[in-house]
């Protein structure tokens, strides 16, 4: 993973003192509140529902076993309210319908779909010494939030996928240099974020981002990139419209800067709900297109451009420093990998489906990439305990050189592990929890912390998600269902990317009720669902005591109508999405008919 030089530890340790300034100013009254406001956002600092709220950036999802535990570290000792401040959230809470809200939770960090680590209840006054320990294993939340660049997000698997042409991370390394702090693109009309792959399989969901990126070889051998400019979520959903099939990869910061200009001036500041380069590209189409081509010449006339120069490009690249690991001819991998797959198997069924599931093949064909679980009966998708993350930091150190990965799915992923350690790791990960072989499927689902934490959540999400795993907890079930993404949002801000799932929920506000909104066919641009696209409304929104039978009745037409080795997806198309609707609404009826 990247190893930080000395000048960027210098900057992250310069930032934290400076916040720790304003900080201090603010707390004695000489800094106001309304000038605080964007020092504290473009620190990741947001002020949520009950508490203030910290988002710590991962760039493209690496973290180290000490930054683990730094985390773990915040949560046990930071993230915790006063005792009168979590009886009185508490109190707040109530029942949606029939299903119980859940209890408020401390003491937890929580993975989020662009990579980041979020807690939700350290107290503002404690911020400062929150950033000095971050800062000290060389994190931050530098432009986690704020209408900036935020975040680079790139694959789990990047620099060891099977499927992947060009290693994305010292290109988002270099992308993240040139976008911290810049100061021309530090007030944007909107947010704005930036997801890189350099594989086959998209899973950075590039075509759902301002910008997605793409590194690839022409047929010359060429390495350049794929550029895709638009896409994003919200009340919108968009698909990124491709605006380069290859730029040269030297060129990338000229054209971002192009890209970004032009959003910058041309973008709406009078309407927030139509600020989002995703409105300005649906717009003006090929007229902002060719402003931006317009732009990027003159970038490239003016001599004061920002061509990456060859010598740059491996100064950051010999920053990300593999491990040193065995290496061995596929055959002989695979002939060792079938005799451990079949002495494990003898111990255990279940370690077979942990296999299938949980475990991906590896650029080093004797080693392999390893999901560690964070789905489970009574945790909100994404959480992870001081204690889990101190675990996963132990197992980080034992078997993957002391690396791990967040993914997309809000999962922690270990990048190098050797396949003869394969069954000890899952022993040691059953025993801490990690192990349920349900990746990608049903119960892996994605969802936000929804109205019990976010101020902007028009409902809640978390007690959805946790009726929904209470009724596919059977193993038997949730694989003859087969790969299936739930993504859950609390609001229209579409955190859970709720578009994006093969069945989304959407909470909706409906005369200070809560209420959900069901949607089908939805993909994050994966080869399992095709095309990066929107689902489709399945009618009026359903009560939260509907749901669940809502989901059920949708996967019974499945079940019912589908061929041998059909996917959801597929059967969704084949059979026509009005079949499935009329099930949902079918179990409404019944619902209401069961609890009249």
Same mark, same amino acid.
């Given at each position: 993973?990247?190893?930080?030089?000395?000048?960027?530890?210098?900057?992250?340790?310069?930032?934290?003192?400076?916040?720790?300034?304003?900080?201090?100013?603010?707390?004695?009254?000489?800094?106001?509140?309304?000038?605080?406001?964007?020092?504290?956002?473009?620190?990741?600092?947001?002020?949520?529902?009950?508490?203030?709220?910290?988002?710590?950036?991962?760039?493209?999802?690496?973290?180290?076993?000490?930054?683990?535990?730094?985390?773990?570290?915040?949560?046990?000792?930071?993230?915790? /309210?006063?005792?009168?401040?979590?009886?009185?959230?508490?109190?707040?809470?109530?029942?949606?319908?029939?299903?119980?809200?859940?209890?408020?939770?401390?003491?937890?960090?929580?993975?989020?779909?662009?990579?980041?680590?979020?807690?939700?209840?350290?107290?503002?006054?404690?911020?400062?010494?929150?950033?000095?320990?971050?800062?000290? @294993?060389?994190?931050?939340?530098?432009?986690?939030?704020?209408?900036?660049?935020?975040?680079? !997000?790139?694959?789990?698997? $990047?620099?060891?996928?099977?499927?992947?042409?060009?290693?994305?991370? /010292?290109?988002?390394?270099?992308?993240?240099?040139?976008?911290?702090?810049?100061?021309?693109?530090?007030?944007?009309?909107?947010?704005?974020?930036?997801?890189?792959?350099?594989?086959?399989?998209?899973?950075?969901?590039?075509?759902?981002?301002?910008?997605?990126?793409?590194?690839? &070889?022409?047929?010359?051998?060429?390495?350049?990139?794929?550029?895709?400019?638009?896409?994003?979520?919200?009340?919108?959903?968009?698909?990124?419209?491709?605006?380069?099939?290859?730029?040269?990869?030297?060129?990338?910061?000229?054209?971002?800067?192009?890209? @970004?200009?032009?959003?910058?001036?041309?973008?709406?500041?009078?309407?927030?709900?139509?600020?989002?380069?995703?409105?300005?590209?649906?717009?003006?189409?090929?007229?902002?297109?060719?402003?931006?081509?317009?732009?990027?010449?003159?970038?490239?006339?003016?001599?004061?451009?920002?061509?990456?120069?060859?010598?740059?490009?491996?100064?950051?690249?010999?920053?990300?420093?593999? /491990?040193?690991?065995?290496?061995?001819?596929?055959?002989?991998?695979?002939?060792?990998?079938?005799?451990?797959?079949?002495?494990?198997?003898?111990?255990?069924?279940?370690?077979?489906?942990?296999?299938?599931?949980?475990?991906?093949?590896?650029?080093?064909?004797?080693?392999?990439?390893?999901?560690?679980?964070?789905?489970?009966?009574?945790?909100?998708?994404?959480?992870?305990?001081?204690?889990?993350?101190?675990?996963?930091?132990?197992?980080?150190?034992?078997?993957?050189?002391?690396?791990?990965?967040? !993914?997309?799915?809000?999962?922690?992923?270990?990048?190098?592990?050797?396949?003869?350690?394969?069954?000890?790791?899952?022993?040691?990960?059953?025993?801490?929890?990690? $192990?349920?072989?349900?990746?990608?499927?049903?119960?892996?689902?994605?969802?936000?912390?929804?109205?019990?934490?976010?101020?902007?959540?028009?409902?809640?999400?978390? /007690?959805?998600?946790?009726?929904?795993? $209470?009724?596919?907890?059977?193993?038997?079930?949730?694989?003859?269902?087969?790969?299936?993404?739930?993504?859950?949002?609390?609001?229209?801000?579409?955190?859970?990317?709720?578009?994006?799932?093969?069945?989304?929920?959407?909470?909706?506000?409906?005369?200070?009720?809560?209420?959900?909104?069901?949607?089908?066919?939805?993909?994050?641009?994966?080869?399992?669902?095709?095309?990066?696209?929107?689902?489709?409304?399945?009618?009026?929104?359903?009560?939260?005591?509907?749901?669940?039978?809502?989901?059920?009745? @949708?996967?019974?037409?499945?079940?019912?109508?589908?061929?041998?080795?059909?996917?959801?997806?597929?059967?969704?198309?084949?059979?026509?999405?009005?079949?499935?609707?009329?099930?949902?609404?079918?179990?409404?009826?019944?619902?209401? &008919?069961?609890?009249?």
């Amino acid at each position: 993973m990247y190893q930080y030089t000395e000048f960027d530890r210098a900057f992250v340790q310069a930032r934290a003192a400076q916040y720790r300034d304003q900080l201090t100013r603010n707390l004695a009254g000489t800094l106001g509140d309304d000038e605080f406001r964007p020092l504290r956002l473009q620190n990741g600092w947001y002020i949520q529902r009950y508490a203030p709220m910290l988002r710590v950036a991962v760039p493209y999802g690496e973290l180290n076993s000490a930054q683990l535990r730094v985390l773990a570290t915040i949560a046990r000792d930071y993230d915790a /309210p006063s005792p009168e401040l979590l009886a009185q959230a508490q109190a707040t809470q109530d029942k949606i319908g029939h299903i119980a809200a859940p209890k408020l939770t401390t003491h937890y960090a929580h993975f989020t779909t662009r990579q980041n680590v979020q807690f939700n209840w350290i107290p503002l006054e404690k911020s400062a010494d929150v950033m000095e320990l971050l800062a000290s @294993v060389n994190l931050h939340g530098i432009q986690t939030s704020g209408n900036c660049i935020r975040n680079i !997000t790139s694959d789990e698997r $990047a620099g060891i996928a099977v499927d992947e042409d060009v290693d994305p991370r /010292p290109y988002a390394e270099v992308l993240r240099q040139w976008s911290t702090l810049h100061p021309e693109f530090a007030y944007l009309p909107r947010k704005f974020k930036i997801a890189i792959t350099g594989a086959v399989e998209d899973r950075a969901a590039i075509a759902w981002h301002d910008i997605g990126l793409r590194v690839l &070889r022409n047929d010359q051998g060429e390495v350049g990139f794929q550029v895709f400019v638009g896409g994003g979520m919200g009340r919108t959903p968009v698909i990124g419209t491709e605006i380069r099939a290859f730029l040269p990869w030297d060129q990338i910061i000229n054209y971002l800067e192009a890209v @970004v200009r032009v959003y910058n001036g041309w973008g709406r500041r009078d309407n927030i709900y139509k600020a989002r380069i995703k409105i300005l590209v649906k717009a003006e189409g090929q007229r902002y297109f060719d402003e931006v081509e317009a732009e990027y010449q003159r970038i490239l006339a003016n001599g004061a451009h920002h061509t990456i120069p060859q010598a740059e490009l491996e100064r950051v690249s010999a920053c990300f420093v593999a /491990p040193v690991l065995t290496q061995c001819s596929a055959s002989d991998a695979e002939a060792r990998i079938a005799r451990i797959l079949r002495a494990a198997a003898e111990d255990d069924v279940e370690f077979g489906r942990w296999i299938e599931r949980n475990v991906a093949a590896h650029k080093n064909p004797d080693m392999r990439a390893v999901t560690l679980s964070f789905k489970r009966l009574g945790q909100a998708p994404g959480d992870a305990t001081a204690d889990q993350l101190k675990l996963a930091a132990d197992l980080a150190d034992k078997y993957s050189a002391g690396e791990v990965r967040v !993914t997309h799915d809000q999962n922690l992923l270990l990048p190098w592990v050797g396949c003869d350690q394969l069954p000890e790791l899952w022993r040691e990960a059953r025993k801490a929890g990690f $192990a349920r072989p349900n990746i990608h499927l049903l119960s892996d689902m994605i969802a936000c912390p929804g109205g019990d934490y976010c101020a902007l959540a028009n409902a809640r999400s978390l /007690p959805i998600a946790a009726a929904i795993t $209470a009724r596919y907890q059977d193993l038997d079930e949730l694989f003859d269902l087969g790969e299936i993404d739930l993504h859950i949002s609390g609001c229209i801000n579409s955190c859970g990317h709720h578009h994006s799932g093969h069945i989304g929920i959407l909470g909706v506000d409906k005369d200070g009720q809560e209420w959900y909104q069901v949607t089908l066919g939805g993909s994050d641009g994966s080869t399992l669902s095709g095309a990066a696209k929107a689902g489709k409304v399945v009618g009026p929104s359903f009560a939260a005591d509907e749901v669940v039978d809502v989901i059920e009745a @949708v996967l019974e037409v499945y079940k019912d109508q589908r061929t041998a080795g059909e996917t959801f997806t597929d059967a969704l198309q084949r059979v026509g999405f009005d079949a499935f609707k009329n099930a949902a609404h079918a179990a409404r009826h019944a619902t209401a &008919r069961a609890t009249a």
